[in-house]
């Protein structure tokens, strides 16, 4: 039973437009969310994270919205580039980073494309 | 200030031998992580660990996996007798504490 859901395999936007990637998660207790960023033979790599008392964070290009009574968050990259091509994955913890008190639960992955 | 480090990069093992697989967090990092990836799937945790002692392995397989991380040395993640589900990419990660996760290359197995 997947308890966070990346729905959309692939993503391919034209760059310089807007970049929209989604996650669903189903277990209420889930109060810290993350995005990585995964490029192919490489570990993944912590972009942003937010957590469950904001509806909003933002750090340059990148703004992750959360919306917790939908219990449904998105990541938004504008403007798109390029090097933004990589695999996405939303990961949510049931207290502080999956640090001491909990582990990561991934999702599956978003392909996002940028073409020049 | 180098990252995670995971030996090796690749590592094949015909069904039945064991597989060794080493992670150095990053320097300051008391709290190491081992997670799995098969193919087209995200990471799923297997194990936390912090010096000397496993904090949760509730994602560990009872049988034939272990991990630890010693008082020297980097952290250790045995698979015994591997079969071919074992295939996958394992990785690493460490943390300082109550921050995130800094995750290695990955050891990617393959069991033939």
């Known amino acids: 039973d997947q308890q966070v859901k990346q729905n959309s395999p692939s993503l391919s936007v034209q760059e310089g437009r807007i970049s929209i990637l989604n996650c669903d998660y189903t277990n209420s207790m889930f109060d810290y969310f993350l995005w990585y960023k995964k490029y192919p033979a490489e570990g993944p790599t912590f972009l942003i994270s937010?957590?469950?008392?904001?509806d909003k964070n933002e750090d340059g290009r990148f703004t992750v919205f959360l919306n917790k009574s939908a219990k449904h968050l998105s990541l938004h990259i504008v403007p798109s580039q390029p090097g933004d091509s990589a695999v996405y994955f939303c990961a949510a913890s049931a207290g502080s980073y999956g640090g001491s008190q909990g582990n990561l639960i991934f999702g599956k992955g978003t392909k996002l494309s940028v073409k020049p | 200030n180098a990252g995670v480090m995971q030996n090796p990069r690749h590592l094949v093992r015909r069904r039945g031998q064991e597989a060794r697989l080493r992670c150095s967090p990053m320097k300051g990092h008391s709290h190491v992580y081992w997670y799995r990836q098969l193919p087209e799937e995200g990471l799923k945790f297997m194990v936390y660990l912090q010096k000397e002692n496993i904090i949760d392995e509730s994602g560990m397989p009872k049988e034939r996996f272990s991990a630890e991380f010693p008082k020297e040395g980097p952290s250790i993640l045995r698979i015994q007798q591997v079969v071919r589900g074992d295939s996958a990419a394992y990785f690493c990660?460490?943390?300082?504490?109550?921050?995130?996760?800094?995750f290695g290359n990955g050891t990617r197995l393959t069991v033939t």
């Open positions: 937010i957590s469950s008392i904001k």
């Open positions: 990660a460490s943390s300082p504490g109550n921050s995130p996760l800094h």
